[in-house]
C-alpha cells in the first residue's frame, strides 16, 4: 500500500535522521536498520499531539445535523418528520451529538490517539547546526540519510507530510474529518521549532513500533565534525559492514569563515 499525503508539499529526495553514537539503540540504525515509531506523548516537546479539539466551538445546531444524518442512516426510509423529531429528542437528552456532552476532549479520547498513533521524525536538512548539537551528542553523533521515493513506495506507512510551524494552535473543530484533525494534531509545531525543517511519517492503528527497513532505504551516513578519528574509523567500520561497502560516507566539519558546517564526502 502505498503512503497516502494530506497536502500537496512536493517531498525531499533525501531525508535524514540525527543519532546519537553513544547511544545503543541508535546505532541500531546501522546495524539493524531498524527505527522505532514514538507515541506522542514520547516527544520533547509537550504540545506535540496535545492541541485540543475545540467541541466548545460546535452549535447545538449542527449537533441536530450530525445527530439528524447517524438516525438516517439507520432509518433511511421513515418518515423524514419524525426522524427529524427524534434527532432532536436524542439532542435535547444530550444522548449522542450535543455541546455540554462534548464541553472538551475526554483524557480517553487523548489516550486512544498516543496508543494508535506512531510517529517518525525527520529533517529536510543534514547540516543544522542545533539539530547536530541537540539530538546527535553536541556533534558526536552521525547523521542517516533516507532515500525518501523508497520510505513512500516500499513500506505500508500512512502518512508523509511536512511540519507545519505557525505561532498559534490551529482550530480543531470537533465536527472536522477525523483526516483533518489527525493532521492538525500531530502535523503542526510552535514556530519555534521552525529550524528543525521536520518532515514526520505516521502509522496509524499501530501494533509493532520497531519497523526493520531494507538495507537500500537508507542511502548515506554523515559523521559529526567533532567525531575523532578512533570513533570515525568505527562508525566507517559498522556502515560499511551492515550497509554494505559502497554507502556514501560523508563527514561534516566547521566552516572555517562563517557558522556553518560543510559535508564533504569520505568513502
Not at 196 to 202: A, G, K, L, P
Not at 217 to 228: F, R, S
Amino acid at each position: 500500500m502505498m503512503i497516502r499525503r494530506i497536502t500537496n508539499a512536493s517531498t525531499p529526495e533525501t531525508l535524514y535522521k540525527y543519532r546519537d553514537w553513544s547511544n545503543n539503540n541508535h546505532r541500531k540504525l546501522i546495524a539493524k536498520q531498524e527505527i522505532y515509531f514514538s507515541k506522542p506523548s514520547e516527544f520533547n516537546d509537550p504540545f506535540d499531539g496535545n492541541i485540543p479539539v475545540r467541541w466548545d466551538l460546535v452549535t447545538y445546531e449542527e449537533c441536530l445535523e450530525k445527530n439528524l444524518e447517524i438516525i438516517n442512516i439507520a432509518h433511511k426510509d421513515k418518515d423524514q418528520r419524525k426522524v427529524r423529531e427524534y434527532a432532536k429528542k436524542v439532542t435535547d437528552e444530550k444522548t449522542l451529538w450535543h455541546p455540554d456532552r462534548l464541553a472538551k476532549e475526554r483524557p480517553e479520547q487523548l489516550e486512544k490517539w498516543n496508543s494508535i498513533i506512531g510517529l517518525y521524525s525527520l529533517s529536510s536538512v543534514p547540516d543544522n547546526i542545533l539539530m547536530w548539537s541537540h539530538y546527535s551528542f553536541n556533534h558526536t553523533g552521525f547523521v542517516i540519510g533516507f532515500d525518501t521515493n523508497s520510505l513512500i513506495d516500499d513500506y505500508d506507512f500512512d502518512y508523509i507530510e511536512p511540519i507545519i510551524y505557525q505561532s498559534e494552535y490551529p482550530t480543531i473543530s470537533g465536527l472536522d474529518d477525523t483526516t483533518i484533525q489527525f493532521h492538525k494534531k500531530f502535523f503542526h509545531k510552535s514556530d519555534l521549532w521552525g529550524y528543525e525543517e521536520e518532515w514526520r511519517i505516521s502509522k496509524n492503528h499501530i501494533k509493532n513500533r520497531v519497523i526493520k527497513l531494507h538495507r537500500e532505504t537508507i542511502n548515506q551516513l554523515i559523521i559529526g565534525c567533532c567525531v575523532n578519528l578512533e570513533q570515525t574509523k568505527n562508525i566507517i567500520k559498522l556502515g560499511k559492514k551492515h550497509l554494505g561497502t559502497d554507502i556514501p560516507i560523508f563527514k561534516a566539519s566547521k566552516d572555517e569563515n562563517n557558522f556553518g558546517l560543510k559535508i564533504n564526502q569520505i568513502e
